[in-house]
């Protein structure tokens, strides 16, 4: 009895409230983590877990359209993309300010060139 008490409070479940809104379309998976490889999952849920929900759907998306076709360089270069989590490094990506010598800066424009 406590425990639909408190979700009365809270409101409804994350599936009622999807299915309520139906305005919320997503998009099919491209990719099948059945049929990927270890290090592919990994890049898929780091891609999809970072700390804002704009940068999830960002590189989720991203990552998720073109993980299959991606080389084994650029799957280290997104593997070192998505480790970096420095302080300057998120202020630096909120502003758009990059330091020159940055892998951001050599990798942004590779994944914006990869999203057309």
């Known amino acids: 009895m406590f425990s639909v008490a408190r979700r009365k ?3 409804p479940r994350c599936s009622e409230a999807f299915r309520w809104s139906g305005s ?3 998009p099919p998976t491209a990719c099948r983590l059945s049929v990927l490889d270890e290090t592919r999952r990994h890049l898929l849920w780091k891609s999809r877990t970072r700390e ?3 940068m999830n759907y960002l590189l989720g998306g991203f990552v ?3 993980l299959p076709s991606l080389s084994m360089q ?3 270069q997104l593997d ?3 480790l970096r989590k420095e302080a300057v490094y998120t202020a630096n990506f909120r502003t758009t300010r990059f330091s020159h010598g940055s892998r951001a800066v050599r990798l942004c424009p590779r994944i914006c060139q990869r999203r057309r």
Do not use: N, S, T
């Open 9 to 11: 409070m809270r409101g």
């Open 80 to 82: 070192r993309l998505l």
């Open 52 to 54: 804002w929900m704009e």
């Open 64 to 66: 998720e359209r073109h």
């Open 74 to 76: 650029e799957l280290q």
């Open 24 to 26: 919320i379309q997503l």
